[in-house]
């Protein structure tokens, strides 16, 4: 096996409510050379209070997205690694709810989430690989499925999704034909309220808002991608700005 721990952290914290699974991931990073800390056990009542467990110098993160199915936080760990992130931790987002969350309470922070990794397929290579990435990123080294673009989405549809309001965009630039689901709250209250307004449930014909949003399109799939920065575009003031702006609908804008 390759030795990656020349190149990964020297403490990983795993933080899971499940004491099982916890088990499995720690024997897999004493596997790669690092040393593990779990935290399983406690309630944590904010971000700020689990970082406070934390202890930053060398030191990387493996978290679990539903901690609160044993009252372990009151967040989700998609919170926590995005504030891992922002404070230049490289964690990784574990979860088994991928289908059921990706699109709401981990696309809400997947800015900052340079890795998403699924339960049932981890291993000692995704960890380190996934970690490595994590590190480099946070050094400037962005991979070309993080880099984002600025362009062009169209908003076609809002709905409700639990508790999250929820919209589905296409991005023609990408997958012109996939549609994305991301909450609403993602686009900040302006942008958001002033998409409400132009569409109408059950509109005949269906009706569309352009937005201008940053966003990776270099992401294989769906599971990846992040929304980040969203404008409503300005109205073109001639005829050959309003030919420009068709020219460059859907595609990328830098």
């Known amino acids: 096996m390759t030795n990656f721990s020349q190149f990964l952290p020297e403490t990983i914290y795993i933080i899971d409510d499940n004491q099982d699974t916890a088990g499995d991931i720690k024997d897999q990073v004493e596997d790669l ?130 508790e999250d309001i929820v919209a589905d965009v296409f991005i023609d630039s990408w997958k012109p034909k996939t549609a994305i689901r991301l909450p609403i709250s993602l686009m900040g209250d302006d942008v958001a309220d002033y998409v409400t307004s132009k569409l109408v449930r059950n509109a005949d014909p269906p009706l569309s808002v352009r937005l201008l949003a940053k966003v990776n399109l270099g992401a294989s799939n769906s599971w990846e991608l992040y929304f980040d920065e969203f404008e409503i575009p300005g109205e073109p003031r001639s005829s050959l700005e309003s030919l420009v702006t068709k020219k460059l609908y859907g595609k990328d804008i830098e």
């Open 33 to 162: 050379g690092c040393k593990p800390i779990l935290i399983t056990r406690g309630h944590f009542s904010t971000t700020s209070e689990l970082m406070e467990e934390i202890e930053p110098q060398n030191a990387g993160i493996i978290c679990d997205h539903r901690l609160q199915h044993g009252s372990l936080a009151d967040f989700f760990g998609s919170e926590f690694v995005a504030l891992s992130y922002s404070q230049r931790l490289p964690a990784l987002l574990l979860t088994e709810y991928g289908e059921q969350d990706v699109d709401t309470t981990i696309r809400r922070y997947r800015r900052n989430i340079p890795i998403l990794l699924q339960r049932s397929n981890v291993d000692l290579k995704l960890i380190a690989d996934g970690m490595i990435k994590c590190i480099e990123e946070l050094k400037g080294n962005i991979e070309t499925d993080r880099r984002p673009h600025r362009t062009f989405v169209k908003v076609t549809h809002i709905d409700r999704e639990g």
